[in-house]
Nanobody
């Protein structure tokens, strides 16, 4: 496991944008995928986006395709989530996650919370209408 440090959340008007950042607290070669999930009040945590560290392939939830972009800076060991065209329905705590034991290599685990063994503390994104 690694500790993950997130930043970039905040309050934004509908239609606005934010960039969320997440970085492990220490460099590690055992990093196979990084993802973002979100959890709104009273709802389960849901998948938003992920990137495979080895292949660079990206994965998105249907609800964010075309609006959100996940990217990774290998030199800085940081993953970003650019969120555009925000709506009030995007209001949630956004969590960064990392897979350090290859769970995401199997089935559709990259889309599942069980695919990740390390989690950040979460960053609040609030979209005002």
């Amino acid at each position: 496991q690694v500790q993950l440090v997130e930043s970039g959340g905040g309050l934004v008007q509908a239609g606005g944008s934010l960039r969320l950042s997440c970085a492990p607290s220490r460099r590690t070669s055992r990093l196979y995928a990084m993802g973002w999930f979100r959890q709104a009040p009273g709802k389960e945590r849901e998948f938003v986006a992920a990137v495979s560290v080895s292949s660079g392939m990206t994965y998105y939830a249907d609800s964010v395709k075309g609006r959100f972009t996940i990217s990774r800076d290998g030199d800085k060991n940081t993953v970003y989530l650019q969120v555009n065209s925000l709506t009030p329905e995007d209001t949630a705590v956004y969590y960064c996650a990392a897979d350090t034991i290859k769970r995401t290599y199997y089935d559709d685990s990259i889309y599942q919370t069980d695919g990740y063994d390390s989690w950040g503390q979460g960053t609040q994104v609030t979209v005002a209408s």
